[in-house]
Structure formats: C-alpha cells, structure tokens
C-alpha cells in the first residue's frame, strides 16, 4: 500500500478537526461535554485517562514488560483493576462482565504469550457478540519485525477474531484510539476490539485532551429497519397458520425482552429462546416452547420444523439449531431480522430480509401487526397450539434416577435454580453441565444466564463468573462447572479471595469428559478413550481441599438427601467464595438430543435412540 502523501495527512487532519466530538453511546466516552485543557503527560498517563473518561469501573489484567508503563498511573486511578492469575482468565472475566451489564468489558495484557493467551477469550467474545477492549502492550516501535523478546504480530493474530483492531503508532492518538474502540464494540453488532500499544508510545511525551474526535468513515450500522419489508413481515405474522419467533442472543444485546413480550403476546405466537436467548423471554410463560437445537426441548425443536413461518429475531441459524441444513423446516417461509446484514440468508435463505436492532424492529413490527389486527387480518393459532400443548405434555424435559443410588446432576441443577431463585446469575462451563444448566434452570429476567455459546470454550465459567460478579455484586452469581471445565481456570478463585469477590461454584462432578463420553457411549460403541479424569474415585485433586488451598470455603455433597442442605450452607456464606463438589453418577446423559450431521426430526430422547417423532407428529 503507498505511503499517505502530507497532502492526504493534512486532509484527513482538517476532517477530524472539523468533526463534531465522539457522540456518547453505551459504554462510551461522554460526547458533547467541552474538551479538556491540554495536559502534558506521557502515553500511558494519556490511555488511563482515556479509560476513565469512557467511565470504566474495573479492567482485568496482568502486568508485564511491554504494558508496565501503563501499569504505574492505573495504581492512582478510580479504574479498579483486577489481578487474574491468567490472562485468559482476564479475557473471560471481562466478558462476563459485559455480558452481565450490558456495557464494555476491559482486558490488559502484555506483548507476545500475554496477548497470545487472549486469543480464546477474544475469539469467544467475537463469536457471542460481546463488547470487550482488550488493550496490549507491544515491544518498542522500533523493535516490531525484528523477532524481539516476547513480540507477537497480535494483529494480525486477532484479525478474523475482533471487530477491529489497532496498533497505536503516536501517543497522540491513545485518546482518539480508545473512544474509537469502544464505540465499535459496543454499537452495531457488539464484538471484540484490540488495541495494541508499543512500549515507547507509552513513554513517549504527549498531551491529553477529552473528548477526541472520532474517524470512523463508513461504519454506519443500521438500526432502524425498512417500513416495507416490517409491512411485509406483519402480514406475513397475522396470516401465518402456524408461525413461531426463533429469538436468539441479539434481542438480549439490543435491550428488546420488553418489547418481545408484547410482540408474543400480541400474535400469540409461540416463542423459542436460543442458548444464547435464556431469559429474553420468561420460562414460565405460556407462550415459551423452551430452547430449540441440539439438546432443546422436543415441542420448540418440532415446532421450528412444523412451523409455515418462522421469525427470527437476532438468530444465525447456527448448526446446532438447524441440526442437518437441508432438512430443517422444509415448509417455512423465513422473516429474517438482524443487526449484521452478513447473516441475512448466510445459511437459510430469508423471503424478507430485515436489517436493523431488534429493539427497533420488535418496536415496529408491533406496530404494523396493530394496523393489520385493525384491518382485520389476524389468523386463528387454536390447532397450532393443539398440536405444541400435546408435545408438551408428551415429551416434558426430566430424567430418570440412577439405579446405583449416585446422585442425578440434573437434580443438582434443578434444585439449585430452585433454591437461588430466578434474580441469581448463572454462568456455566461448556459440556452436559451447561446444557442441563440450560434445560432445568427457569430464567425469567434478562442477564442471568450467561455462556459460552459459539465457540465452547470449556474453562469459561470461573472467570466470567467473576466478571459477573465484580459487575453485579449484590447479585448471588454461581458458576455451574463440569470437574473438566473447572481444572482448566480455576487459578481465579485466587484472584475471587484475595479481591472480595464471592462467587459460588457447583462442579457437577462426574469423574469424566461427560459430553465427550455420552458421545462415546452411543456412538463409539462405549470406547471410552481418555475421558475419564480420575476426580471421582482417586479424588485427584480433591476439590474441597483445592478450595480451600486457593482460600475459598469447600463443602461436598454426594446423595440427593444432602443437596438442599449443602446449597444452603453455601448461600450462607457471603466472605469468601465457595466451591460445591457435588459427586453425580458418570452415566447420566442429556437428552433429548438431535445428533451431528442428523436432521432436527431424527430428534432421540431417552426412551431409545430413535427418532421420536412419528406419522402422528406430522
């Protein structure tokens, strides 16, 4: 690419001069208030002003060569930071802050393994639509391309994996830089943003001044949808005989669960939250199927198949909603709506395409939907409903105790929800853990279930679990963890005891890899080739005596007579975090279950491995 003639530089210059200052926005800089006298100070003086202007409560990180600069000025900031005992655990705690309020979570690493180790958390955060900044230090400007100690190209690394990202080339532009960053992962789709900063532009002599201007040509996101295609979508809902609203992560992102419920209500339609949806919609609620996909309910997977029009409201139809593409509601027209036009029709071809934030377009299509209730067109749902009501009552989620008298982990859930009640936040690792999680916790508010969902990052609920918590401190925020996912992060029940930060961990512990093993147990003929972890039995390690050593309180609990009594004993401590080894059996399963490659009506529950769905179910 040529060089920037001083003509262009001198042009760019006058634009960003003759802009109006960064406008405010969730998490953003305070647009509109008179720019601050210039101060003489030094690039890391300028970033941590920068991060306090943008209001930022708390960042997680750990110090080391390249970011040390930075690292002297935060210790007199109203920034809290956080000090994880792994930068992943950095990356994931700043995620389950985001996810838990809504606004910018902060990472801080080092140049080469410390901004290497966030590329999980940040690949997680990318692929679940969360608002992180991750800043990281970088060796000496002058040193980048030479193979420097602890260098590492985290640019060109995170590039398929964040919004955007930067490399600061003059303190200058820290300030511009910063508010650009969280503009961008907190507008539009929210994802992931790096900011990479040399070690010298941190040094380097600058002057400060908020609020900067922001030179974002081109990013313009589109909130509000197009009249015709909401007309179109409102005839389509008031006509349909048997329509559902397939609602995933983006109407939590866009502050929309009000208005979904007036829209539900106001169709009558019935509801399927994603994975990533828990809690949009009130699991008591009539109207609500439960979750479709993989391991969701058999009525929301049915009716997403059976349904002649399906609504998607901030879905993606991921693989492991539509289970086998091709055969995936072959009868449905599709009403798509989205904030990110890429995922219109990118795996299902959508007859009206929306683009727009899901708060504005729930809000317009209710509208519409009245003018069509008022012309009216409005469809009778009796028989659609007939036929969900007796899947319902045919195929409820449960499961059946153990014949060896082990402890049932979807007891363990069940009762746990039940006791926490629905204002808890809970925050699961990856396998059959998450999904009964999932399954037999009922979510009512927004904000209380948080996951990882696209990339299944085992090792996520620790951190982002403590995330949460410093976000939400009044809140009782447990992570629900499998005894594989646990030994992966659990290094940041430290981090929780040593900074007050009391979460509270179940480990569902079964001695095993246990999806990976139910996968073995139907589909490789019970091999079970290194999946079992040796926590059962040999009680290597032993979590009570781990927590304790990590300075948290360790309680055990090993039949289904002591697990209210354990769970409370664990609420009753509010001064230390606490970890639950709940020893279940290790053959337990999660159905039902749409397996990988099969098609949603090939769906298997725990009757058989079969299809359960017959001629009557037509």
Request: net charge negative.
């Amino acid at each position: 690419m040529a060089r920037p003639t001083p003509q262009l530089l001198a042009q760019r210059a006058a634009k960003r001069a003759s802009a109006d200052p960064v406008a405010p926005g969730p998490g953003g800089p305070r647009g509109g208030a008179p720019a601050s006298p210039q101060t003489p100070v030094t690039g890391s003086v300028s970033l941590v002003k920068s991060l306090e202007a943008l209001g930022v409560e708390v960042a997680f990180g750990i110090p080391g060569g390249a970011i040390l600069p930075a690292y002297d000025p935060l210790m007199d900031s109203s920034v809290r930071h956080v000090l994880v005992r792994h930068e992943q655990g950095a990356g994931h705690a700043a995620t389950g802050y985001a996810q838990a309020t809504g606004r910018v979570g902060v990472c801080i690493a080092t140049s080469g393994p410390g901004a290497t180790n966030l590329v999980t958390p940040l690949t997680d955060a990318y692929m679940d639509s969360v608002p992180v900044v991750a800043i990281t230090g970088q060796v000496p400007s002058g040193a980048i391309g030479s193979d420097a100690f602890q260098e590492a190209d985290i640019g060109g690394i995170t590039l398929p994996i964040t919004k955007h990202n930067y490399l600061v080339q003059t303190p200058g532009e820290i300030p511009r830089v910063l508010a650009e960053a969280f503009h961008l992962a907190s507008t539009g789709r929210p994802g992931p943003v790096l900011v990479d900063i040399p070690k010298d532009v941190l040094q380097a002599a600058t002057t400060f001044a908020w609020p900067p201007v922001m030179d974002l040509a081109g990013y313009r996101p589109t909130l509000h949808p197009h009249g015709k295609q909401i007309a179109a979508a409102a005839r389509l809902l008031t006509s349909a005989a048997r329509p559902i609203l397939y609602v995933g992560g983006g109407v939590l992102k866009a502050g929309a669960t009000e208005g979904l419920r007036r829209l539900a209500e106001l169709t009558g339609a019935p509801v399927t939250t994603t994975l990533m949806a828990r809690g949009a919609f009130p699991d008591s609620h009539r109207q609500h199927l439960g979750m479709p996909g993989m391991h969701g309910t058999v009525t929301a997977v049915s009716g997403l198949q059976k349904a002649d029009l399906i609504v998607a409201l901030g879905a993606r139809f991921d693989d492991r909603v539509t289970g086998r593409l091709d055969s995936f509601a072959p009868g449905a027209m599709v009403v798509h709506a989205d904030i990110d036009p890429a995922e219109i029709g990118k795996n299902r071809h959508a007859d009206v395409p929306i683009v727009g934030d899901a708060r504005h377009v729930i809000d317009e299509l209710i509208a519409a939907v009245e003018a069509e209730h008022a012309a009216g067109r409005r469809t009778d749902l009796s028989a659609w409903w007939a036929y969900l009501d007796d899947l319902r009552e045919r195929y409820p989620l449960g499961w059946e105790e153990h014949a060896d008298g082990t402890l049932a982990p979807q007891h363990v859930i069940k009762r746990l929800g039940e006791i926490v009640g629905p204002s808890g936040i809970y925050v699961a690792g990856v396998g059959q853990h998450q999904m009964w999680a999932s399954q037999f916790i009922s979510y009512e508010q927004p904000g209380t279930w948080l996951n990882s969902g696209g990339l299944g990052t085992m090792g996520y609920a620790v951190p982002a679990a403590m995330g949460a918590k410093v976000a939400r401190p009044d809140a009782s925020v447990w992570a629900i963890d499998g005894d594989g996912c646990f030994q992966m992060t659990n290094q940041e029940l430290a981090t929780c005891a040593l900074d007050g930060i009391p979460i509270k961990v179940a480990v569902i512990n079964n001695g095993s890899l246990g999806m990976v093993r139910q996968w073995q147990t139907l589909f490789y003929a019970e091999r079970y080739s290194n999946t079992d972890l040796g926590t059962h039995k040999q009680r290597v390690p032993d979590f009570v005596k781990l927590a304790e050593a990590l300075g948290c309180v360790g309680l055990r609990c090993e039949s289904a007579e002591d697990v209210d009594a354990t769970i409370a004993a664990a609420m009753a401590v509010n001064d230390a975090p606490v970890v639950v080894d709940f020893v279940v059996g290790r053959d337990a399963m999660v159905w039902p279950m749409v397996a990988a490659g099969t098609g949603n009506d090939e769906i298997m529950s725990a009757r058989g491995v079969r299809p359960i769905f017959d001629d009557d179910d037509a």
